[in-house]
Structure formats: C-alpha cells, structure tokens
C-alpha cells in the first residue's frame, strides 16, 4: 500500500520506474503514452538506471494505476467531531493535462461541518482553491500543470463536526440521510473529499445533490484507513476495508486505533455503535460479516445469511466479488445503501422480520449485495444513469431467490410490485423521475422487468454469458448505458427494437 511519509525525490523516481518498465508490460486502455516525462522535473542520477532491474519493482507499479488515498480519521466518539488528515496520490490517467482539480467535499453540505485546515501539493501549501459555504465543489488551482501520466500528491487535514442522521424521508421526499450520528450509531459515508471522475472533452463530473438517487461518481481508487477513538469510548466498527493485523488496538490509555486496507473500489464508508452486536461466516476465502443492534439476533443472523447466499449465488452467476471482507449494517435509518465492501440496511426492516424470507430484510439484503457487482466493480453515473446499476440490482434479487428459495420467485414479483403506481421509461435520470416513488418505478422496478423480458428474448444460457461478459469487460470501470448494450450485441442478433422503444426513452 501507500507510503504516506514518501518525500518527493521517491515519489518521483517511482513515477520515472513505472513509465520505464510500462513500456514492457500490457497497457490498460486508458493509459497515455509513456514517453511522456516525469511531471516534477527532478533528474535522476543515471546510476539509477543503470542499477535498475524490473523484477525488483512489481510490487510497486499498482502505486499508480489508480488513486491511492491514506486516511487518518480520529474521532471523538462523545463529541461526534473529528479531525482527518488525508493524503491523495492523484494519477492523471485523463489523457489531458489538468491545471486544476475538482474534488467532492460531502460533509461540507452541511453549513459547518467541515473545516480545511491546510491543503498542499507536493509539498507546497495551496491557499487558492474555492470552496463555497454548504457547498460539495472544491476546486484546487494546480500549482503546475500535471501532464498526462504525472503524479501529484495532495494532503490536507481537516476537521468534521458531524450532523445529526435523519432517520426517514421527510415530506418534501428528501431521503434518509445516513451520514453523522444518531442515539447509538455513527456513520462515516462519502466523508473525505475525493477527486471526481475526469471525462475527457467533458472535464470534471460532479453533479449536483437530488432529493432522492445518488449523486456521486466515483473512480476507482485504493484506500489506507485508520480510525482512532480519542476518547476512551470502545465501539464496535464496521468499516468498508479487510482489518489489517496487528492493529495498534487499544493503547494503555484506552485509546482504540484500527487500520483497514481495500483496493479497487469506490467509497470507503465505516459504521461505529457500542451496541453492536457481530456475526460472521466464510463464503471461500470471503469473511462475510453481520453488525446489528442487540435483541435482533434472529434477524442479525438472517442477514449474515442472506448476504452469504447473495455473495455466492452472484460468484456463480456473475463473476468473482473482488474484496476480502463484505459488511452488513443495521443502519438506524429507513433505507438501505450500498457502498464499497458494506452496505446499510434498514433498522425498519429488522423489525419486520418474522423468521422468514419472506421479507425485506432478505429481499434489500440480497439487492444491496448485487451492488458489489453493479456500483463497486461495475461503476456507472448513477444521477443520469441510474439504471445500470439500480434495474439490474432489483433483477439480481430475482436471481438470488430463484436460486435459494425457488418456490419464492413468484411472490417476489408480487411483494416488490404492491406500490408499483405504473412504468416508466428505464433510462430516467435522478433529475426527471418526478418524485420518488415514480422514479422507483421507472428506473428500479419497470428496469427489472426490462431485465426478465430481454432473459426470455435471449434464453438463460445467453443471458447470463452475457452479463458475466459485461461484469468481465467493466469490473474496475465505468460503464455508460452505450456500453451495455455494445456488450449486449455482441451476444446476439436478436431484434430487440420492441423492448427497446417499450422501455427506454433513448436509442443506444
Ligand atoms: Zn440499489
């Protein structure tokens, strides 16, 4: 992983071996060519080269396929405030050179609740970026162009008060927010700025909050996390990452220190409670685990089940789940989320629970575990294209249950559909769905049953070679809705100009 004390000199002649050795080795699509020079100019003594043998690095060429972010969290779990303090290694794998960068900054939504202290690149303090009040947008003016295939290093430190959660959707249809704290849990999601996906031609996407749907669009980045309680309090912690041991753990002083690692993924979220209660099980070489509040150990363990199940029906039926760990939370919030390695899951839904899977603690379970395929690994634009990774999760949960519970299929069609008010068009972005429930209806539940009449078009065998090809293909990438069914094509000829106009509002 990352070295966050690296000095510049290191970094650089990193930078200088990699464009070296990548001359030799397979070329991701995206990369740039290599002749390009290392951005920060300093020269290398040509003893280097000289000395240099390509079998002593491999372990060091990840460094800069993607970014790498570390991050120092100490919280105060009393006070609900926290200081960070983050390093970002920032490839520029865009094509272009970049004079600036834009990074999401979620906790500043909230008037208050973030407070940069000091931000630098490569080591030289940055005073001129802008961020405005209650705004996401942080824009860091480059001190230097970064040419294509340069490197830059960012580190900031900065405190977050964090809000208090909104626990339901309140009448405006503005949806729980899972951020911050509530009576017995905190939740750390999208809470460290990150730099957005660069769309060449197009620039920096980062579009706008919406009272319901997602926002935001991640690269695929790795993560270096440690989480340290400064104020004596133990709570359990639920974090995206793998734990990595021996942690420091818990000082004599009581103060508890746990550091994570994942790689290729989006988001790293983490759930703290001292109430949790944790269950957990092996599917292969995967530890699934079950953080829920005490007296739900029934439905604690139904979801530790469910969760095993979805994660190896979905292996079978997709391709490998591509992390170490898979977390599911209670969330003590109506709604469920996904994020990288861990998911939410409504505290409502555990109350409902009766024994059986009937329900939607499994149902969710099953659909938020998809989204390890169709969101972490398989990325999209989830505000403008929603879809691609909303309609196939709700059709995995199709799959889920005809896989463990058959007899279930046809009271799943039932059960989800009770609300459905009518269809819509499946492509509809968060913007135009027309409140939340129509948008559910377009985008999830009119997107399954595109996904279940596109499965007879083809027959299974089809099918499903086609969404293991389109899950090879876009593992670790965005795909756009023109990609999909690029993909689609190239597993069959068949007419589907019907389906098409019946379900979405754009060719492709
Ligand atoms: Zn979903």
Not at 7 to 34: E, M, N, Q
Not at 43 to 50: G, K, N, Q, R, S
Not at 344 to 353: G, V
Request: aromatic share 16%; with cysteine; proline share 7%.
């Amino acid at each position: 992983m990352s070295q966050p004390g690296m000095s510049r000199i290191f970094l650089s002649l990193f930078i200088f071996l990699f464009l070296l050795i990548s001359c030799s080795s397979p070329t991701p699509p995206a990369l740039p060519p290599t002749e390009t020079p290392p951005p920060t100019g300093t020269t290398f003594p040509t003893e280097v080269l000289a000395t240099f043998t390509p079998t002593s690095f491999p372990t060091l060429t990840p460094e800069l396929e993607r970014p790498q972010y570390v991050l120092d969290l100490q919280i105060n779990y009393s006070t609900k405030a926290a200081v960070v303090n983050q390093t970002i290694s920032y490839p520029n794998w865009t094509g272009e050179t970049l004079t600036d960068l834009v990074l999401a900054v979620e906790p500043n939504l909230w008037t208050g609740g973030f407070s940069l202290k000091s931000l630098a690149i490569d080591d030289q303090p940055v005073t001129n970026y802008m961020m405005g009040n209650s705004n996401q947008r942080l824009e860091i003016p480059l001190p230097q162009p970064l040419q294509p295939s340069g490197t830059i290093v960012i580190t900031m430190e900065y405190g977050l008060i964090l809000p208090q959660m909104q626990a339901y959707s309140n009448p405006n249809e503005v949806r729980p927010q899972i951020y911050g704290y509530s009576d017995r849990q905190i939740n750390f999601v999208d809470w460290y700025p990150f730099v957005v996906p660069y769309v060449p031609g197009q620039g920096w996407l980062l579009h706008n909050p919406w009272f319901y749907g997602e926002h935001l669009v991640y690269d695929t980045a790795d993560f270096d996390v440690t989480v340290t309680v400064t104020d004596g309090t133990q709570p359990q912690i639920a974090a995206s990452g793998a734990e990595v041991k021996p942690s420091t753990d818990t000082t004599p002083e009581g103060v508890m220190s746990r550091r994570y690692v994942l790689e290729e993924s989006r988001t790293f979220a983490i759930s703290m409670s001292t109430d949790f209660k944790i269950a957990m099980q092996m599917v292969g070489d995967v530890t699934v685990y079950s953080y829920y509040f005490g007296f739900y150990d029934d439905a604690g363990e139904a979801l530790l089940q469910t969760t095993a199940q979805a994660l190896q029906t979905y292996s079978d039926r997709f391709g490998p789940y591509r992390h170490k760990t898979l977390s599911a939370v209670q969330g003590d919030f109506n709604d469920g989320m996904e994020f990288s390695g861990l998911y939410f899951i409504s505290r409502d839904y555990f109350n409902l629970y009766k024994g059986t899977p009937e329900n939607y603690l499994v149902t969710i379970g099953a659909h938020e575990t998809a989204h390890q395929w169709w969101f972490d690994a398989v990325a999209n634009d989830q505000a403008i294209e929603p879809w691609l990774d909303e309609a196939l999760a709700t059709y995995s949960e199709v799959i889920f249950y005809e896989t463990v519970y058959p007899e279930l299929v046809d009271w799943w069609w039932e059960y989800r559909y009770f609300e459905f008010m009518g269809p819509g068009k499946v492509d509809t972005a968060v913007y135009d769905g027309g409140g939340q429930r129509p948008y559910w209806d377009s985008v999830y539940l009119t997107g399954a049953r595109f996904f279940q009449a596109l499965r007879e078009r083809l027959g299974d065998d089809i099918f499903f070679a086609f969404l293991r090809d389109y899950y090879n293909q876009y593992a670790g990438r965005r795909a756009t809705s023109a990609d999909f069914f690029r993909v689609l094509r190239e597993h069959t000829a068949a007419d589907l100009s019907d389906l098409m106009m019946q379900y979405f509002k754009n060719t492709y």
